[in-house]
């Protein structure tokens, strides 16, 4: 599949001082990660929204699921695909999403002695509502939905918020007080960021993007069932035109489009941990024609089902 690089937006000059804090912060926030990980993997924390993600070698392309979420790399780099856009960042970088998206992600960059640490910090779209309703910006014009991925230049306070709450995985007790506080400020900064009009609009209710969040959590619910436009666009209350326009601008693609790689990353999801074979897999996520599941999938991740997983499970 030929892709598409978005280029990161041009960073605003940055003064020597605050780069050094930004590095400062960069430096303690690995520390602390490799602290808490020591291994490669995914490790969730004592703060429910947090976890981090460890690699001490670049990863072949997976296919995920991306939620809403801060995604702050402090070592390394990695780069994540929609549909045929191409979206790269590393330690100066952090990526952010505001709606699920169906997503190819690989690690670029990371070794044995430097490996890729990032902070993952999931966007609850309520919290982010109710801040929206607080927030200055809330009485300005919403521009209009754009797409619910975006990389931007690391900004020093929005990192000394993460290392903050970081260190209080130090201290347990605190974390039931402390913690709300500062999710909340780097909600706040998100919000205040050039990213901030993407955020706001998962937080204003009747707004286009957030019916079109809507429209993602109903197709997320029901990848398996026969996909009726007419049926989503009322549930959200947009016609179908619109949904469809503005649907596209958020994910990089049709509803179908989406609903198809829900389905095809289910089905080898399933066929890797749950180890039922090809047609039940095609079956159990709404595909009737076994052939056509088999067309796909390898239209889709470059080899029919078997052999795909076997060399996922291989490497």
Not at 7 to 14: D, K, L, M, N, S
Not at 276 to 289: C, F, K, L, N, Q
Request: a neutral charge; proline letters at 8%.
């Amino acid at each position: 599949m030929e892709t598409t690089p978005v280029p990161a937006q041009i960073p605003t000059p940055v003064s020597s001082g605050l780069e050094s804090r930004i590095e400062e912060r960069r430096a303690l926030l690995a520390e602390a990660i490799e602290r808490f990980t020591g291994h490669d993997g995914i490790h969730t924390t004592a703060i429910d929204a947090l976890r981090f993600s460890r690699l001490s070698a670049p990863s072949a392309p997976m296919g995920a699921l991306q939620e809403p979420s801060l995604c702050l790399i402090v070592q390394g780099s990695k780069q994540t695909l929609l549909g045929d856009e191409v979206y790269q960042y590393d330690a100066s970088r952090y990526l952010l999403a505001s709606v699920d998206l169906p997503i190819t992600g690989q690690v670029t960059q990371a070794s044995a002695e430097q490996p890729y640490l990032c902070f993952v910090l999931k966007l609850p779209p309520t919290d982010i509502a109710a801040l929206v309703t607080q927030a200055e910006e809330a009485s300005a014009p919403l521009p209009p939905p754009s797409r619910g991925i975006a990389v931007s230049q690391c900004d020093p306070d929005l990192m000394d918020a993460a290392l903050r709450l970081v260190r209080l995985l130090d201290s347990p007790q605190d974390i039931p007080l402390l913690a709300p506080l500062i999710l909340r400020e780097i909600h706040y900064r998100l919000l205040r960021s050039e990213q901030g009009g993407m955020l706001r609009h998962i937080g204003v209710a009747d707004s286009q993007g957030h019916r079109v969040a809507r429209a993602i959590g109903w197709l997320r619910q029901n990848f398996h069932q026969p996909l009726r436009i007419d049926h989503i666009a009322r549930q959200v209350h947009m016609s179908p035109s619109a949904l469809h326009h503005h649907f596209k601008a958020v994910t990089a693609m049709s509803p179908l489009q989406y609903q198809k790689q829900l389905r095809l990353q289910e089905a080898r999801r399933l066929m890797l941990t749950e180890v039922v074979d090809a047609a039940t897999a095609g079956h159990r996520v709404g595909y009737e024609s076994p052939s056509q599941f088999s067309r796909e999938y390898s239209r889709m991740f470059g080899a029919p089902p078997v052999r795909d997983v076997e060399r996922l499970r291989t490497s």
